[in-house]
């Protein structure tokens, strides 16, 4: 069954540092995302992305952060300088439609953590 | 923004009962989502149902949808060991973005 992965499960790093999340969504998916999870919090939307292009983002989507699909399978997630709250658990999900129509499907998340 | 909110925030039931858990939201859905996650782990897709649906249906669990009292419920017959996980709704707001409650942790006891 296919499914969205992502790389690493689990990564550490200095605050100040930047840091690649990666994704690869499912092969005929149109729609990707990203989400995170801050631990004991709700899971919180930071990104959506379509046409190579951002569709929407949230307030925690800043100038830190930018997501790129650098060829036709990755979507990454980069924050360029890391902050002690942004550990949390980063998911990647991806649809075929737009969510409105249709389930998500979720990668296993990255932990980051930052210290 | 809408938000989804899970009660109770944790249920803890012998393996073989049932366990319904509720969601409530505030504005006006296109559909809402049912997700699972086990400890520390993804999110896996359960059930979507739609504002036009009041009942759905996948193997042992069960959806309702009341939009007039905005909540939907979901139901997990004959439990399992297996499905202890927390439990979580998301709605799908006017941005297109999943809002995600707190969800109920759910501990089946063998």
């Known amino acids: 069954e296919p499914e969205v992965t992502q790389t690493p499960s689990h990564q550490v790093t200095q605050m100040g540092q930047e840091v690649i999340l990666r994704c690869v969504p499912i092969s005929n998916h149109l729609y990707f995302y990203w989400y995170r999870q801050i631990l004991g919090q709700k899971v919180e939307f930071l990104v959506s992305f379509y046409n190579n292009e951002i569709s929407e983002k949230s307030e925690i989507f800043d100038d830190q952060f930018s997501v790129e699909r650098p060829d036709g399978s990755n979507f990454t997630l980069k924050i360029r300088s890391t902050k002690l709250e942004d550990s949390a658990m980063y998911f990647c999900?991806?649809?075929?439609?737009?969510?409105?129509?249709?389930?998500?499907?979720f990668g296993q998340g990255t932990r980051l953590t930052v210290v | 923004s809408q938000q989804g909110e899970e009660d109770p925030q944790a249920l803890s039931i012998q393996e073989g009962e049932n366990a319904t858990m509720n969601c409530s939201y505030k504005t006006s859905i296109n559909n809402l989502q049912w997700y699972r996650q086990n400890s520390g782990r993804g999110l896996v897709h359960l059930i979507l149902?739609?504002?036009n649906e009041r009942e759905k249906h996948s193997g042992r669990l069960r959806v309702t949808l009341d939009t007039s009292k905005k909540s939907s419920s979901l139901l997990i017959t004959a439990s399992r060991a297996a499905d202890t996980a927390s439990y979580f709704c998301a709605t799908v707001d006017s941005n297109y973005q999943l809002i995600w409650g707190a969800g109920t942790k759910l501990i089946i006891k063998p």
């Open positions: 149902i739609r504002s």
């Open positions: 999900a991806s649809s075929v439609q737009v969510i409105m129509n249709t389930e998500a499907f």
